[in-house]
């Protein structure tokens, strides 16, 4: 079997990801009486090690593949980019061959999304996108997981992303195309989401609409979206919080979805900027549901990329 990489959506396909949605919700709800650190009973990973490499900092990613590997059965080497050779200068190439001879995949929190695609290309191990500027298709896997999970269907979900049309708007609009459904993103001039991701949403079956009118986004939405207008390593810049004020999810701009939608956030958030605290802290919001289920879900992408799914 060829090695089995998950760097986008895209390249798994609609099959995988429904694979990997129906065994995350199958594993999570067997082990619902279990303390956190106990592993599955099938231990599917016993004796895999999984290197994870952060260029970046990280809460959820960092802790969520950790505690997947161990309720797997296997365990995980969390190795800081500036204490490693690679953070001096060492090649993404001869990294990713070295590693690929003491572990047994890789996951890499990183900025360049061309460094993962290289690694890929010379290791002989599993690699998993923890984050790049291009795409977060671990936090959108844990989102359909989370929009299932509360009786949301996939097929024909009106989606209404508000904001900045960064990497994580990236990943749902593959995520669009493959599962089929809709997207309305509402954003400033000038920060459009990646017309490249758009043009194949829409080649997929995907309604993709793009707008400056945030209530034409949320109007009748299943689910609302948001994350930080200001992403990691960027400056907190004045013009760009004033361009993004118009675009903050609160309870007016919730009250234009659907009544029964949901509100979620890949979290962390700046409460006060891109949501207010009355939606943050609502009934409405799954943020919390969706960071847990960074667990479940990266279980399964990970079972996936083992050949187990």
Known sequence: MSIRHFLDLSAAGSDALAAMIDDAVTRKSARANLPKGARDPDGPLDGNLLAM??????????????????????SALIMEAGSTQIGRGESVADTARVLSRMVDAIMIRTDDHAKIEELAHYATVPIIN??????????????????????????????AWLGDGNNVLNSILEAAGLLKFNVRIAVPEGYDPDAEFVTAARKNGARVTVTRDPVEAASDADVIVTDTWVSMGQDHAAPKLAAMAPYQVDNTLLAKARPDAVFLHCLPAHVGEEVSETVFEGSQSLVFDEAENRVHAQKSILLWCFGKL
Request: glycine share 10%; aromatic share 4%; proline share 2%.
């Open 53 to 74: 490499i952060f260029e970046k900092n990280s809460t959820r990613t960092r802790v969520s593949f950790d505690v997947a590997m161990r309720q797997l059965g296997g």
């Open 130 to 159: 923890g984050l790049t500027d291009r795409s977060h298709p671990c936090q959108i896997m844990a989102d359909l997981l989370t929009l299932v999970e509360h009786g949301k269907t996939l097929q024909g979900l009106e989606l």
